[in-house]
């Protein structure tokens, strides 16, 4: 009698609340974590081994493909930065529908390069080049970010949104500027800056990478490692400020590792401006929960997995491996449009 009155006793798997709260969203999220980590597998081994002419195993098949593995670690690095930095910079902002570009880090490194060649003309691509330049263009990026942040984000009437409206003036202001000056070139020496204005691997210099890969990996790692922050900071500045968490110490302090992820891609391969945004939009989709600690892993494989894709078929069925990147923005910003379309749907 006391049996059939009291309440069933519900799974455990049913009692568990978080991130992942049932059996089946653990299930579903862990099967598509696999499905990309084979993905991101094959791609990388497709990209080191497809069209090698030495046989697999031998010395020259890993000549040929350490020489190619250069590539493939950049796409590594670059995808690293994009997802972490675009989902944090989301989460911080409140909005799925702007990306870290937004604070005109590629205009700055367009002005940067073209400033360069009309100056000094085709030597000036030369003397950009190296291991100086290169820590350079990233302490002015991080410069130009850090005196938005301190200046906007501090004092009585310190406001988020006029901070993301000044960094789109200055975006804009700079890239007129880049414009008037790219007019004034000769043919041959706006040829060679086009080159460098589109996001592109191949502008990646492999010296370069001992300086990216501990820079990124330290911004991501500490981002990763304030993540239980970041899902408090995503519920808005006045849950979290009754929470007990200071909100704008937070919000500056994810802010400048925003900045340092997205200053490294942007100086290691140039402009990607939709790659972050189609590869947050895409792990929010797969990840399917709030708890960045499961968002992040998600976010960088995807990324990978769509550069390394985009890469092994553009380069290896259709042999235009320069348009991939026009290719990535091509479906980045047709995805944007789809999501501010359906936004009140979402």
Not at 31 to 53: E, K, R, S, Y
Not at 203 to 224: E, S, T
Not at 292 to 302: E, K, N, S
Request: hydrophobic content about 55%.
């Amino acid at each position: 009698m006391l049996r059939s009155l009291a309440q069933p006793v519900p799974h455990a798997a049913e009692r568990r609340a978080g991130a992942l709260p049932t059996r089946a969203a653990r299930r579903k999220y862990f099967i598509i974590l696999g499905i990309l980590i084979v993905l991101a597998v094959g791609f990388a081994f497709g990209l080191l081994a497809w069209d090698n002419p030495m046989p697999v195993g031998t010395d020259g098949f890993w000549r040929i493909a350490q020489m190619r593995g250069i590539s493939v670690v950049v796409m590594a690095v670059v995808a690293f930065c994009q997802a972490i930095a675009t989902v944090s910079f989301q989460t911080v902002t409140e909005n799925r529908i702007i990306t870290p570009s937004i604070m005109g880090f590629e205009a700055l490194y367009v002005a940067v390069q073209t400033a360069s060649v009309y100056f000094f003309g085709i030597a000036g691509i030369v003397a950009m080049q190296g291991d100086a330049q290169f820590v350079l263009q990233i302490a002015i990026m991080v410069g130009l970010s850090v005196l938005l942040y301190g200046w906007l984000l501090s004092g009585r009437y310190a406001n988020l949104q006029i901070m993301l409206l000044i960094g789109i003036i200055i975006g804009g202001g700079l890239a007129s500027v880049s414009a008037f000056m790219q007019r004034l070139l000769t043919p041959s020496e706006f040829d060679v800056l086009t080159a460098q204005m589109f996001g592109s691997v191949s502008n990646a210099d492999p010296d370069q990478l001992p300086i990216a890969i501990p820079l990124a990996l330290a911004a991501g790692i500490l981002l990763w490692a304030n993540a239980r922050r970041l899902n408090l900071l995503s519920l808005g500045k006045d849950i979290t400020s009754g929470l007990g968490v200071n909100h704008r110490r937070e919000l500056i302090r994810v802010l400048l590792l925003v900045s340092v992820l997205m200053a490294v891609s942007t100086a290691l391969v140039g402009p990607m401006t939709f790659v972050g945004f189609l590869v947050a939009t895409l792990a929010y989709q797969f990840a399917d929960t709030y708890d960045h600690r499961y968002i992040f892993p998600i976010a960088v494989l995807t990324g990978f997995v769509v550069l390394a894709g985009a890469y092994f078929v553009m380069k290896n069925l259709f042999y235009a491996q320069g348009v991939v990147s026009i290719i990535i923005e091509l479906v980045g910003g047709t995805l944007f449009l789809i999501v501010i379309l359906r936004k009140g749907r979402l």
